[in-house]
């Protein structure tokens, strides 16, 4: 059964700081989606690493995929209040997508 | 917007009855997901569906039934409901599978009473 571990689960930060999101995955999968979440909200797709040693960068958001370490991390950079939202990365294994419990961010002034 | 459509947005309804969730995939998709969200559980993936075949099962309980119709809908049916069903369910689309993205509708928030 895939596991997919997000830690920290809750993140307070202050503005203009900076911090990285960790996603484990317990089996081989080349497939790694980060999704955004605002309260009572859809999810919204924020990044899609399709390969080893992939990096994607949107804003003060990157993302990067180590399958070899089955690790994908999530760095915010000078983060602001309009990050404050609740991060998931989900893996791709044969058709569905597993996610993690989610890390809830809240950026504070 | 995503170019998903749920209806509806807000489902009441009481133990015991059956409700239909209504699920628009994005023009061009041939994929749909359905999720279920709770605090408890969180995600959890229940199925999928590919050009009008079931092509993977998550936890979906025997109470729940999926179809995908010929022009791409899909619909989503939960009967005997318990308190336990009340949740946010979600329907994603994809053009393929899991190589492309996924797009989220805006769910259905069902409430158990």
């Known amino acids: 059964e895939l596991k997919v571990e997000q830690n920290p689960l809750f993140l307070s930060m202050q503005e203009g700081k900076n911090y990285t999101i960790y996603c484990n995955y317990s089996?081989?999968?080349?497939?790694l989606y980060w999704y955004r979440q605002d309260p009572g909200k859809s999810l919204e797709s924020l990044f899609v690493?399709?390969?080893?040693?992939a990096v994607k960068q949107e804003g003060r958001l990157m993302a990067s995929l180590d399958t070899k370490a089955r690790l994908s991390t999530l760095h915010i950079t000078a983060a602001v209040h309009d990050l404050s939202a609740t991060y998931f990365c989900?893996?791709?294994?044969?058709?569905?997508?597993?996610f993690g419990k989610g890390t809830s961010l809240l950026v504070t002034p | 917007d995503s170019g998903v459509t749920q209806t509806p947005k807000h489902l009441i309804t009481a133990t015991g009855q059956r409700v239909t969730l209504r699920c628009s995939p994005r023009?061009?998709?041939?994929?749909v997901y359905w999720y279920q969200q709770s605090l408890d559980q969180g995600l959890q993936f229940l199925i999928q569906?590919?050009?009008?075949?079931?092509?993977a099962k998550g936890n979906i309980l025997e109470r729940f039934s999926a179809q995908q119709f010929p022009d791409l809908h899909s619909e989503l049916n939960l009967s005997s409901l318990e308190l336990g069903d009340s949740a946010l369910y979600f329907c994603?689309?994809?053009?393929?599978?899991?190589?492309?993205?996924?797009?989220f509708g805006q769910g259905t928030r069902l409430t158990v009473v």
């Open positions: 994603a689309s994809s053009y393929r599978g899991l190589n492309t993205e996924a797009f």
């Open positions: 089996t081989t999968s080349d497939r």
């Open positions: 690493l399709l390969s080893n040693g």
């Open positions: 989900a893996v791709g294994l044969i058709y569905a997508l597993n």
């Open positions: 023009s061009g998709d041939l994929s």
């Open positions: 569906y590919y050009n009008g075949e079931e092509r």
